[in-house]
């Protein structure tokens, strides 16, 4: 049985290729807990979760990448927020009625991908693509063409595994600075695009690699776990007041009796009454998170 909520990287010792797998189901519980999202929505936020994950683990310095889908249909954004040690977080919206057949191109409409990669340190990079795919999956290779030299493939599948909902995904990119050839990697990419979401979703990883290699060379690596976690925190919020008008932050406690901040992502709430703003205009430190 396959142990969800973990990434695995592998690589071919016969080509300059390298793979990832990921699996999720509680993290993808997690991200949909609080909201009351439709199948479709459900769907296609395991599907960005997925993509974050297996994009996150290509970083080659901390930090973190958000993928984003947003447009013009009735469900105007959904996002995934994940970082290098695989937390992930992220959101829907959506309004009107949605069908539960409701594909990619009917729920964002006319629409982009976007892709922030945000860097520990140094500076923010952002792609954007229009969604000429008709995947998730194809919409980021077409990514990856536009603004990467590496040749990236990705295999994603949704499911059920006991009744749970369950998501998975592969990636395939060239080795940096290596010449691998093109038949090569498009040999490797027709033997891993034949994974079935019911096998990618129960055998562990090394039978999953296994059944689709079994005539190549493959070291897989020790896994990491993937995890939901959210970045929201009193200080942050704090932060956030402090960059809106005073008369602002005046009028909603004088008419609200205080401020109560929703984080879309978690559900948390930070409270701050008008002695908490006091303190954070003094440049205090903020009292006691207050969470429920
Ligand atoms: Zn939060």
Redesign the pocket.
Known sequence: MAQHDQLHRYLFENFAVRGELVTVSETWKQIMENHDYPTPVKTILGELLVATSLLTATLKFDGDITVQLQGDGPMSLAVINGNNNQQM?GVARFKGEILADADLKALVGNGYLVITITPAEGERYQGVVGLEGDTLAACLEDYFLRSEQLPTRLFIRTGDVDGQPAAGGMLLQVLPAQDAQADDFNHLAALTETIKAEELLTLPANEVLWRLYHEEEVTLYDPQNVEFK????RERCADALRTLPDEEVNSIIAEEGEIDMN??????HYVFNAMDIAEIRNNASPADPQVH
Request: net charge neutral; proline share 0%.
């Open positions: 977080r959210c970045t929201c925190s984080c879309d992502y978690c559900g948390n």
